[in-house]
């Protein structure tokens, strides 16, 4: 039996069903969930998804982000949900601890359990592994796995809408390496059923507080240090500049692909002051794998021109290690 039958039995048997995303959710990990929903609740199934903490008010814009259940202020219901439940699918993710507050109860869970990711690693507690590493999104593996379980002809608009929004994000509006003729086709497809572009674009996109403009505009003039000889630049921002501005969930969302429009810059990390550490986003163009850096010198990874990281040294500290490391690049 090969894993879409498999799938496609556990699917029929299960009574409840719960679909799980990453911690600070973006907008693939929102999109992937979404479009996994409406199809599973348009077959029939009682479905759940469950996202650990809040996600940006950018993504609430797309069809029943209102049905999504956020755990943290809400763990004894969590818990139950995730009790009840004898389906879980793990989107966007491959090993519990991404979703940080919601790994405890996902781990106690005795469900059936089915990840769909595409980054690096090899999960080993799951049931069943639909993971494609290098794949654009999970939106696009999403869209592959409905399409196998079905057709084609089950991607409604609501669905189209969601895995659209995550496969806009994750590729850097069709910018990023992971953007294959395959991606587009899906994108085509999507469109087909009603989609439209500028509509998600300003959802996602164009849809900044006057705060947050502002924000980002004191991050570049302010905050931007560039290593010239390295094509790098580089942002760190206290816990204080974070806070005096009113941001919201996913405030930071994007502000590390600001100093990659600058023609001399290759690679681009932002550093953010959290409470007991530095968290880390790197990207890169062309063929700098930016996730090897990431991984070796900052227990991070993800793909090749888009990672994540962290520290828990000072920030006079972290920039200091930065600066020893960038020929390790």
């Not at 630049?233 to 692909?257: C, Q, R």
Request: glycine share 6%; net charge negative.
């Amino acid at each position: 039996m090969n894993k879409i039958d498999v799938l496609k039995e556990q699917i029929e048997k299960a009574k409840k069903i719960v679909i799980s995303t990453h911690v600070s959710p973006d907008g693939d990990a929102i999109g992937s969930s979404l479009g996994l929903y409406h199809y599973l609740i348009n077959i029939g199934k009682s479905v759940t998804v469950i996202v650990p903490n809040e996600f940006p008010t950018f993504l609430k814009w797309m069809p029943k982000t209102d049905e999504i259940f956020v755990y943290e202020g809400n763990e004894e219901e969590g818990k139950k949900i995730t009790e009840a439940a004898d389906l879980i699918f793990s989107l966007d993710y491959n090993e519990p601890h991404r979703t940080a507050m919601y790994s405890k109860t996902l781990e106690a869970s005795n469900a059936y359990k089915v990840v769909i990711d595409h980054h690096i690693g090899e999960p080993t507690w799951q049931n069943l592994n639909l993971s494609v590493v290098g794949a654009s999104s999970t939106c696009e593996l999403i869209f592959d796995t409905i399409v196998a379980l079905s057709s084609e002809e089950y991607i409604n608009q609501d669905i189209a809408y969601s895995l659209y929004s995550g496969l806009l994000t994750d590729t850097g509006s069709f910018q990023f390496s992971a953007t294959t003729p395959k991606v587009h086709i899906i994108a085509a497809s999507l469109l087909s059923k009603g989609v439209q572009p500028d509509l998600v674009h300003n959802h996602i996109l164009n849809s900044f507080s006057e705060s947050r403009l502002k924000f980002f505009g004191f991050c570049i003039n302010k905050k931007m240090k560039i290593v010239a000889e390295k094509k790098l630049a580089y942002i760190f921002l206290t816990k204080k500049e974070l806070n005096s501005y009113s941001l919201g969930v996913g405030g930071t969302e994007g502000l590390v692909n600001e100093p990659m429009k600058i023609s001399d810059i290759d690679i681009s990390i932002l550093f953010k002051q959290d409470k007991d550490k530095i968290k880390i986003s790197f990207r890169s163009k062309k063929d700098i794998d930016i996730s090897k850096f990431a991984s070796a010198y900052f227990e991070g990874g993800g793909h090749k021109n888009a990672s994540g990281g962290v520290s828990y040294l000072t920030i006079e500290e972290t920039e200091k290690k930065l600066l020893l490391l960038i020929n390790k690049i």
